[in-house]
Structures are given as C-alpha cells and as structure tokens.
C-alpha cells in the first residue's frame, strides 16, 4: 500500500542554523487516525507546513523521501484539495464578518471567503450536508466574528471537508474552547473519523485524543522519540519524559488523562 505520508531523512532549518525538524522519519498510510503530541517548540506546527509543502527540506540523502501519496511533486491546490487543514492560524485569518455557509463554501475555492466565484447548486448542496453532519445547521447565518471559538473552528472543519479530502489534519483544535466546546468538539471528530477519513491531530493535550486514534508519536526538540499503538505509547514514564515533570496516566473509556504524580 502507498503511504498517505512517506517521509525520510528530513531536516527544516529555520535561519541559518537552526533545526526544526531534525532528520526525522515518518509513514502514515490510508485507514490510520494518528496522533502527534508534544510540547509547545516540539516541531510540530514545523512538521505541518512540511506536509503542506510550507516548508522544504534542508538536505538530501541516499535514504531521503519527501512524498505524499507516493508523489514528490505537487501543485500546491491540489494537494490541499487532498488534506484539509484546520489551525490556529487559520482560524485567526478566518475571523470576519463572513457568515458561516460562505466560509464552508470557500473551501471550494481555497479562498477566505466569497467574492466573484461561481456557486453551483452541487455546491450548495455538498455545503448543507457538510454543515448538518457537523451540526451547525442552526448557526449558517452567523457571521464568523460572531462566533465562539468552537463554532467558528467547526465551520472551518466544514471548509475542509468540503472536497472530501482524504485526510483531515488538525493544528491544536481545542485551543481557547471550554469544556462544553471541548466536549462537542470530540464528538465532531469521532464522527469524521468514522465516516473513513483519516485525522491526523497535532497537540500537546492528551485530552485531546479521541479513541479513534489508534497511533501515537511522540516529538520533542524537533525529533520523534516513539511511535505506536497508543495504549503502549501513553505511559506515565513517557509522558513524563516528554514533558519534563512527573505524572500518571488515566485511561477512562479509551479517553486519556495525566495526573500529577
């Protein structure tokens, strides 16, 4: 099978001399819902615009591979027609008086809102079932600036799935949400990735992890230090390494918690 992700030998300098990501290693294939948990500076949102081709790699080897879907080269609007990308920085980007139907349909168009673009009534439609599978029918009308953090990053997961993208990668999506966001929001994700589309989800909040995901690695100082099933990954002894300070781990119906220790 052709890795979603095939990755080999990457190293990001950021400046003249500073790694970001430092020879780092990574497959992930068509059916796998991972997770990449780190601290804050780990690299992660480094290893994001690597994979939406934001960032390139310093240096090739023999062993070098920098491929998606099994392609070196990509034009950039289709490979965001492939993987729908949902951060932070978007949805600052995103705050605006467009209502949230425009923002699902912009998707269409890798545009942040509408301007003179032509919306098809397959469009529409694709828009609708888009919005009711999220469950933000109620809130079409409501400008995004209007919006609370976890109805605004919900539209903009409707922008992204839109074009039935093959992956969904999520950029610290619980950011600023409280506990009912949160909790809508992990429903939201569940449902997106039982209807077959792979996530792939970038944070530091082991609360984050929905028990959809069956992959776990671990990134530190811009490098992975363990990757696997996460039952095996999330240990109190690796998840105090990671994060520099002594804690439990606490499974509760596959959701997991750290505890101080």
């Given amino acids: 099978m052709t890795p979603l992700i095939d990755f080999q030998n990457i190293t990001v300098l950021k400046g003249e001399n500073q790694k970001v990501l430092d020879a780092i290693s990574l497959k992930i294939y068509e059916g796998e819902n991972v997770v990449i948990l780190g601290p804050n500076g780990a690299g992660k949102s480094s290893l994001i615009k690597l994979i939406t081709r934001e960032y390139y790699p310093f240096a090739q080897d023999n062993d070098y591979a920098f491929k998606i879907w099994g392609q070196d080269n990509w034009d950039v609007f289709d490979l965001r027609f492939l993987l729908g990308v949902v951060s932070n920085d978007l949805q600052y980007i995103c705050t605006r008086e467009i209502t949230g139907m425009e923002m699902v349909l912009s998707g269409f168009f890798s545009s942040i809102g509408l301007f003179k673009e032509k919306i098809t009534p397959s469009m529409k439609s694709k828009a609708k079932e888009v919005i009711d599978f999220l469950e933000i029918g109620h809130l079409n009308a409501r400008p995004m600036n209007q919006m609370s953090s976890g109805e605004a990053r919900r539209f903009l997961i409707g922008r ?102």
């Fill in 160 to 261: 992204a799935l839109v074009h039935d993208p093959k992956a969904l990668i999520l950029d610290e999506p619980t950011n600023s949400l409280d506990i009912h966001a949160l909790f809508k929001f992990s429903h939201v994700l569940s449902k997106i990735a039982q209807s077959g589309i792979n996530i792939i989800l970038v944070t530091h909040n082991l609360s984050d992890i929905i028990p959809e995901i069956n992959r776990v690695i671990l990134m530190k100082d811009g490098k992975f230090f363990s990757d696997g099933p996460k039952e095996k990954i999330l240990t109190g002894m690796n998840i105090s390494n990671l994060f520099e300070t002594s804690v439990q781990i606490l499974n509760k119906d596959n959701y997991f918690y750290s505890l101080r220790a």
